[in-house]
């Protein structure tokens, strides 16, 4: 076990500082102040960052530490902490390690015994849910499925049975078909969709996930969060017992349909509603 005091005794620090996801007006007066007096600026892409701090006309020396080179160069800003450079680092938007570059660089100045503080800020899946209308008691924050479709299926496999509310990360070429997959793997549920949050432009659309197949998704530009209610519905006892027949017709080989009336007449239950639990069986 190991108790670290961040601010105690002026020892070896680095700062994660989350920054504006739109609105530019939402970067603190305390972040200012770090960024301010920071030694070296470590961020994803210096284009974006340099952006930033001319609108606040801060000047200072940017390192570009990103996926790709993630590794190699936290390790050089671990040797400027150790010799004694205050080292910032930040994401093009909202904060860092969340869906962005950061983790490793947190890793590693963590095994060097450097402090890691967090300057709080913007954060889109935050500013997503609480505006949701969805419950936001307990929730799951997934990021970006996978780019590969099998994969992505595989995901939602795994996410469908869970009672919280979910949210997800998504860009605009991809939007159609994530909403079409969830669509199909989670089920026709409430469902939000916000973009372009805090900036001129933000949006909210709420409906279901069968509602969002009618979208114009030529519209749905920007930077994209989709927050879906979690699975409400408790499978009861018989369902569980109606998808143990189920299941056991099927490893025999006999099709979904012909089981479905099997298991109807034995369990005394409706067809239609014991093959509406057939075809959930993968």
């Known amino acids: 076990m190991k108790r670290d005091k961040n601010f105690a005794d002026n020892k070896p620090l680095l700062y994660l500082l989350a920054t504006p996801i739109g609105n530019l007006k939402e970067l603190s007066p305390r972040a200012l102040e770090v960024l301010n007096s920071a030694d070296l600026i470590a961020c994803e892409d210096t284009r974006n960052t340099f952006s930033l701090l001319s609108h ?18 936290s390790l050089k800003i671990v040797e400027d902490i150790l010799n004694g450079k205050k ?16 983790s490793i660089l947190a890793q ?9 503080s967090t300057i709080s800020g913007s954060s889109a899946f935050i500013n997503a849910l609480v505006a949701s209308g969805l419950n936001s008691d307990h929730f799951y924050f997934y990021g970006f499925l996978s780019s590969k479709d099998s994969e992505a299926k595989k995901e939602l496999e795994g996410l469908e049975s869970f009672p919280s509310t979910l949210i997800f990360y998504e860009s605009p070429h991809r939007i159609e078909r ?8 989670l089920g026709d549920r409430k469902a939000v969709i916000a973009r372009e949050l805090t900036k001129k432009n933000e949006e909210y659309i709420r409906g279901s996930l069968q509602d969002f197949l009618t979208l114009d998704f030529s519209s749905i530009i920007g930077e994209i969060v989709i927050v879906i209610e979690g699975n409400n519905k408790k499978e009861n006892i018989e369902d569980k017992k109606i998808i143990e027949h189920l299941q056991i017709l099927l490893n025999k080989g006999m099709s979904k349909k012909d089981a479905s009336e099997v298991v109807s007449k034995i369990d005394n239950v409706n067809k239609n509603d014991v093959y509406d639990l057939a075809i959930k069986i993968k």
Do not use: W
């Open 87 to 102: 080292v910032v680092y930040v994401s093009d938007a909202g904060y860092p390690c969340i869906s962005d570059p950061g």
């Open 56 to 73: 606040f006309n801060i000047k200072k020396n940017l390192v570009s530490l990103r996926e790709h080179n993630e590794k190699a160069m």
């Open 108 to 116: 590693e100045c963590i095994n060097h015994d450097i402090a890691v």
């Open 178 to 185: 994530t909403i079409q997959l969830l669509n199909e793997y």
